[in-house]
């Protein structure tokens, strides 16, 4: 079992996240806190060429995750160690990519009101993809391929400069981590970490 309390793993959509966390959550028998995302009912019509709802959309999702900081902060959640797909940062990080420069003023108000706080992790795991890899993932899901280029380019720049916590950055397009022996080495990997960056690439 890990000595983590609370790890997020994260990266850009179709990256499988989910799955890493569910699979280090039975791992280290830690409770798995799913993103909230799949629930939000404007999603998928804005996807699917609706642009109008970009802001309810993003609304939608920031008051469902300030839920999960409340119950969070409390000790609710984290009385027993939690494995998380989502950043409570992945928000801001969205808004700025498909809200307009009113909607943006707004959305950063009620984000101070709604997400004053919340906890930071122990440990972030971030999939990293290339973005050529992004698009043939993507390529029938209808997400539009501008999204798919811009949320890629954002990510990237987004754990650039992360410091909040102690990141791994994981070369998601040579590692397959529903294989054992790739998962084994990510663990490996975790355990060996020293300092605040580290990264695992096994085509290295």
Not at 173 to 180: G, R
Request: glycine share 4%; proline share 6%; with cysteine.
């Amino acid at each position: 079992m890990a000595e983590y309390r609370y790890v997020v793993v994260e990266g850009p959509v179709g990256i499988s996240k989910r799955q890493l966390a569910e699979r280090l959550a039975r791992a280290w028998r830690m409770r798995f806190v799913p993103d909230p995302l799949d629930a939000n009912p404007f999603l998928p019509r804005f996807l699917k060429g609706q642009p109008a709802l970009a802001f309810a959309t993003q609304l939608h999702s920031l008051s469902e995750r300030a839920e999960i900081a409340r119950h969070m902060l409390k000790g609710e959640l984290l009385a027993e160690p939690v494995v998380s797909d989502f950043l409570f940062e992945r928000d801001a990080l969205y808004a700025e990519l498909v809200l307009d420069e009113h909607e943006q003023t707004l959305y950063r108000r009620l984000a101070h009101t709604l997400l004053p706080e919340f906890p930071v992790p122990e440990l972030v795991i971030y999939l990293q993809p290339g973005l050529e890899k992004s698009l043939e993932k993507l390529a029938d899901t209808g997400v539009p391929q501008g999204l798919v280029e811009s949320s890629h380019a954002a990510y990237s720049a987004f754990f650039h400069r992360y410091e909040r916590a102690p990141l791994l950055i994981v070369n998601a397009d040579h590692v397959d981590l529903a294989s054992d022996e790739d998962f084994e080495l990510l663990l490996r990997c975790i355990t060996d970490m020293r300092g605040q960056r580290s990264y695992f690439n096994k085509a290295v």
